[in-house]
């Protein structure tokens, strides 16, 4: 009898204690929660920004002109082509901004100098007319401005134009014929060289003569009706000077 309680209590103390690896696999344990993947964020690829494209001066000849004439430098017809009347004025444009005076054509700096530019600058010589042989171009300073800029024709070879200073001492009105040459009509004249008095600044016959290059008799022809102006705005002992070489 006590066997088969020793037995009974066997059996009963074995299902009623667990055995530590009945505990260790029931008891529930806590997972590790997995790491949430990061997305990685997306690289946008480097755009490389085009180079600008440098422009040739010719693109902007039509603007050029534009800006030359709103100005007052007479540039002929504005149609992009830059003409020996368009380079006249981009001579002028040069020398009275400074930059080295030639007669060559559009360049980028003179195209970014124009275009840039909002009005005429004030200049650095002392009221007068003032004849300019490179360019082929004649400035009428008034007080502290250039009143015009406009195209003369000034001697050519053999008959140059000298280059002196000096001042208007007398005045023609209207047309008369040269005494020097037959048949050669002068307009509206300014004598400005005593010690030379054939030597005048005038209009002539026709705006033709008025040349983009040296063509005169030693004369200075002037555009017409710019010299008319200037004749009438033009007092006796006026400041006259001619300068530079063709």
């Given at each position: 009898m006590s066997f088969v309680l020793a037995g009974c209590s066997d059996v009963a103390a074995s299902e009623s204690t667990p055995s530590p690896t009945q505990a260790s696999s029931s008891t529930p344990t806590s997972a590790t929660p997995?790491?949430?993947?990061?997305?990685?964020?997306?690289?946008?690829?480097?755009?490389?920004?085009?180079?600008?494209?440098?422009?040739?001066?010719?693109?902007?000849?039509?603007?050029?002109?534009?800006?030359?004439d709103k100005l007052g430098y007479p540039v002929g017809d504005v149609d992009g082509d830059i003409t020996a009347r368009a380079k006249q004025a981009l001579c002028a444009?040069?020398?009275?901004?400074?930059?080295?005076?030639?007669?060559?054509g559009l360049n980028l700096n003179d195209a970014y100098?124009?275009?840039?530019?909002?009005?005429?600058?004030a200049p650095t010589r002392s009221p007068g007319i003032y004849v300019n042989k490179t360019c082929q171009i004649m400035y009428q300073i008034v007080g502290k401005s250039y009143k015009r800029i406009v195209w003369i024709s000034t001697g050519g070879p053999g008959y140059e134009?000298?280059?002196?200073?000096?001042?208007?001492?007398?005045?023609w009105a209207g047309?008369?014929?040269?005494?020097l040459y037959e048949d050669a009509y002068m307009?509206?004249?300014?004598?400005?060289?005593?010690?030379?008095?054939?030597?005048?600044?005038h209009g002539s016959r026709v705006n033709s003569l008025v040349k983009p290059y040296p063509d005169s008799h030693r004369c200075v022809r002037v555009v017409r009706p710019e010299i008319h102006h200037i004749f009438t705005e033009t007092p006796l002992?006026?400041?006259?000077?001619?300068?530079?070489?063709?």
């Open positions: 997995s790491a949430t993947p990061t997305a990685k964020p997306t690289v946008k690829p480097t755009v490389k920004p085009k180079p600008k494209v440098k422009q040739k001066p010719e693109y902007y000849a039509l603007r050029v002109e534009r800006q030359l444009w040069r020398e009275t901004h400074g930059l080295p005076v030639t007669r060559k100098s124009v275009l840039n530019a909002t009005s005429r600058p134009t000298p280059n002196r200073t000096g001042a208007v001492w007398r005045k047309a008369h014929e040269s005494s307009y509206d004249s300014l004598y400005f060289l005593k010690d030379r008095p054939g030597i005048a600044l002992g006026t400041k006259v000077q001619i300068y530079g070489e063709y």
